[in-house]
């Protein structure tokens, strides 16, 4: 057990114990050591996901122009997509209004959605990463990340996050926008 491990959950039990649903109290379980769940087998440098994810200035593309409205992430008042190079042809493909599209993101493809309050700071991030095959087969193998200024408040196979965009299993659990709408 590394420090930094027991850092991010002191960090994430401190802080969804007061601001998140219970779901969250699993969103560490990749690294809790105690599932032996044999699908898990595969694993993912989780400190390397996010800390590549939050190059996104540079490595990554802004995929929305202006910024939206996020009707379901309630810690942002709008927010900003941007996404790997190669997805952003596709993840501009996904018509939020028809639910028989079918597409699959290439496997190293990341995400991160960028939180802004009301007074337009930027709150936090969202990560999602998709993991090598086998990291996560029932949710696209999708890493999920929450990022709160410096503190990675969730990370891994986060049920909260892939439960809500389960929605968007047709998309590849990528959401898009206008889908909440
Ligand atoms: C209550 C539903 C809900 C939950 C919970 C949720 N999301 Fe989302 N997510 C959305 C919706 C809807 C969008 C589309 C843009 C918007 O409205 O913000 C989205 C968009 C995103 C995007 C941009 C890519 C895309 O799918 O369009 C990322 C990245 C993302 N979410 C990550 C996360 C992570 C990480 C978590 C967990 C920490 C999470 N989300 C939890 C509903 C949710």
Known sequence: MTLQYIKIVTVAVALTACSEPERSERAMGEESGGESDSERDVDLDTEE????????????????????????????????????????????????????????????????????????????????????????????????ARVRGIEVTHAGRVDWCSDCHDAAHNTDFVVGFGKSG
């Open 49 to 144: 996901v996010v800390a590549s994810a939050m190059a996104y200035e540079s490595s990554l593309v802004r995929l929305s122009d202006a910024e939206e409205t996020s009707e379901t992430h309630a810690d942002a008042a709008s927010v900003f997509v941007w996404g790997s190079p190669e997805a952003a042809e596709l993840y501009r493909s996904i018509n939020p209004d028809d639910p028989t599209q079918a597409l699959s993101f290439a496997r190293g493809t990341t995400f991160v959605k960028e939180h802004f309050d009301e007074a337009g700071d930027l709150a936090g991030v969202t990560i999602m990463y998709k993991g090598p095959e086998g990291y996560d087969p029932e949710h696209g193998d999708w890493f999920w």
